[in-house]
């Protein structure tokens, strides 16, 4: 991928989700307590990465330090404290993370400037964030509703990531395989919800492409 930049930062970004979306199911085959130490693992890396290759700024910097600091603290309060407490410090920092970094990539990408293969991957990026923040929302609704969902039972967060994520990208396109569905009111607004945000997003995309490219025309012209 070359030398980390302002032009291929986003790859560096979705390599590291995409490490995380395989990691997941690969981690629930090894012994139990594993797949735990690997998804923090793998999150904490992918938050270092986004600290180096989205470069926003000074707060930005702060912020992604914070977060790492908050990651360690939940694992030492999960070994030594609340293991409840530690689950759901857990879920917040990686929805406030996946929210944070998608809403400032969407910034810098999405009817903004010439499209390039930089800001494609970006808009991909999104893409894959937008699920994981929807996975994570499934898995904090679990904790508070162990019977929320059908089809997925309320087990530890980590051994439930790669259910909640596969659900997650199923309803975000759409297709709705139905071995697994919501059985609460408010799964199934955050399902639905879901749906929308997915069918929504492809359509600034595309309105995206469309515009730089009339903007590139009318330049040219």
Do not use: Q
Not at 127 to 134: E, R
Not at 157 to 172: G, I, K, M
């Amino acid at each position: 991928m070359g030398r980390l930049n302002e032009d291929n930062n986003f790859l560096y970004l979705a390599a590291s989700l995409l490490i995380l979306l395989l990691a997941s199911p690969l981690a629930n085959s090894l012994p139990e307590g594993f797949a735990y130490w690997i998804l923090k693992a793998i999150i904490t890396v992918t938050i270092i990465v986004c600290y180096l290759s989205l470069n926003f700024g000074k707060r930005w910097r702060v912020f992604t330090g914070a977060l790492v600091l908050f990651m360690i603290s939940s694992s030492i309060l999960r070994e030594y404290g609340n293991l409840g407490s530690a689950t759901l410090l857990d879920l917040v920092i990686m929805l406030v993370f996946f929210v944070t970094v998608a809403y400032s990539a969407a910034r810098r990408v999405l009817l903004r400037g010439a499209v390039d293969f930089n800001k494609i991957v970006g808009a991909f990026t999104i893409y894959l964030l937008l699920g994981l923040i929807w996975s994570t929302l499934y898995l904090f609704v679990l904790e508070v509703s162990p019977t929320a969902f059908n089809g997925m039972e309320h087990v530890n967060w980590a051994d439930n990531f790669s259910t909640a994520t596969y659900f997650s990208y199923v309803t975000l396109t759409t297709l709705g395989y139905g071995d697994i569905s919501p059985a609460e009111p408010l799964s199934r607004v955050l399902v639905f919800l879901e749906a929308m945000a997915g069918t929504f997003y492809m359509a600034v995309v595309i309105a995206s492409l469309i515009g730089s490219h009339v903007s590139k025309r009318n330049t040219n012209n």
